[in-house]
C-alpha cells in the first residue's frame, strides 16, 4: 500500500508537470502573439513618408527637400527599431518561459518532496537495506548496526532467506528450519516465541538506537528535540 501511493503520487506529480509545461506555453505563445500583432508594421512608416512625397511633389525648397530626406531616413531606422524591440521580446519571453517551467518544477519536487515526508512519517521507519551478519551476531538496517542474541539472528536470517525466495513460514516451518527436527515434530507455538522474541528484541534495540540514548560519562536522555517533547 505503501508504494503503491508513492508511485501514485509520482504519477500524478508527473502530469501535473506536464500540463503545467504545457499551460505555461500556451499562455506565453497567446502573450506573445499578443505582443507582435500590437507592433506596428515596420512598412507603416516608409508608406507615410511615401505619401507625404506624393502630396507635396511641388516642394523646390531645398529645405523642405533636405526635411523629406531626413524623414526617409527616419523611416529606416523605424524599422530597425522595431526589429530590435521584436528580438528583445522574443528574449524576454523566452527567459520568462524557463523561469516560469523552472519554478513548476521546483514546486513539483517539493511538494513531491513533502509528500515523500508524510508518507515515510506515517510508515516510521524506512528499511532500505538489511544486512544480517552472523559472525557479529548483528544486523544492519539502514545505516545503524544492532547487537542481537544468537537465536534472533538465526530466525531472522531464516525470515530474510524465506523473503529472497517469496516463501512464507508457520511457526512450526521456522522451528523446523532452525532446530533441524522434521516439521511435523514441532509446534506452531515454538516458531510464534521465536518470533516475539525476535520483536522484542528489535524493538529495544530499536528504541535504544532511535529514542534513549546512552551517552558514556553523561547517562540517558531521549533522542528528540525539547520542543517537540509534551507530557500531559
Known amino acids: 500500500m505503501h508504494s503503491s501511493s508513492v508511485t501514485e503520487g509520482l504519477k500524478t506529480g508527473s502530469?501535473?508537470?506536464?500540463?503545467?509545461?504545457?499551460?505555461?506555453?500556451?499562455?506565453?505563445?497567446?502573450?506573445?502573439a499578443f505582443l507582435?500583432?500590437?507592433?506596428p508594421d515596420s512598412n507603416a512608416f516608409d508608406a507615410r513618408v511615401e505619401q507625404?512625397?506624393?502630396?507635396?511633389?511641388?516642394?523646390t525648397n531645398p529645405t523642405q527637400l533636405r526635411l523629406l530626406e531626413v524623414l526617409a531616413q527616419s523611416s529606416n531606422t523605424f524599422a530597425d527599431m522595431l526589429h530590435s524591440y521584436r528580438v528583445i521580446i522574443f528574449i524576454l519571453l523566452v527567459f520568462a518561459m524557463v523561469l516560469m517551467v523552472a519554478a513548476l518544477v521546483l514546486l513539483v519536487v517539493i511538494?513531491?518532496?513533502?509528500r515523500r515526508m508524510s508518507a515515510?512519517?506515517?510508515?516510521?521507519?524506512?528499511?532500505?537495506?538489511?544486512?544480517?551478519?552472523?559472525?557479529?551476531?548483528?544486523?544492519?538496517?539502514?545505516?545503524?548496526?544492532?547487537?542481537?542474541?544468537?537465536?534472533?539472528?538465526?530466525?531472522?536470517a531464516v525470515l530474510a532467506e524465506a523473503r529472497m525466495d517469496d516463501e512464507w513460514l508457520t511457526g512450526a516451518r521456522?522451528?523446523?528450519?532452525?532446530?533441524?527436527r522434521p516439521e511435523g515434530d514441532c509446534e506452531e507455538a515454538a516458531g510464534a516465541t521465536r518470533i516475539k522474541r525476535l520483536r522484542d528484541a528489535l524493538?529495544?534495540?530499536?528504541?535504544?538506537?532511535?529514542l534513549v540514548r546512552n551517552v558514556s560519562r553523561k547517562g540517558y536522555t531521549l533522542g528528540v528535540a525539547k520542543e517537540?517533547?509534551?507530557?500531559?
Open 52 to 59: 507625404i512625397f506624393v502630396q507635396n511633389d511641388v516642394l
Open 120 to 156: 515515510i512519517q506515517r510508515a516510521g521507519i524506512e528499511v532500505q537495506s538489511l544486512r544480517i551478519l552472523r559472525a557479529e551476531n548483528a544486523v544492519m538496517l539502514n545505516d545503524m548496526v544492532f547487537t542481537l542474541t544468537p537465536a534472533a539472528i538465526e530466525t531472522l
Open 203 to 210: 524493538g529495544n534495540a530499536l528504541v535504544s538506537e532511535l
Open 111 to 114: 511538494l513531491g518532496l513533502n
Open 174 to 180: 521456522i522451528e523446523s528450519v532452525i532446530s533441524g
Open 228 to 232: 517537540r517533547l509534551r507530557v500531559d
Open 36 to 39: 507582435f500583432l500590437s507592433l
Open 15 to 32: 502530469r501535473a508537470l506536464i500540463w503545467g509545461v504545457v499551460a505555461i506555453g500556451l499562455a506565453l505563445a497567446s502573450a506573445a
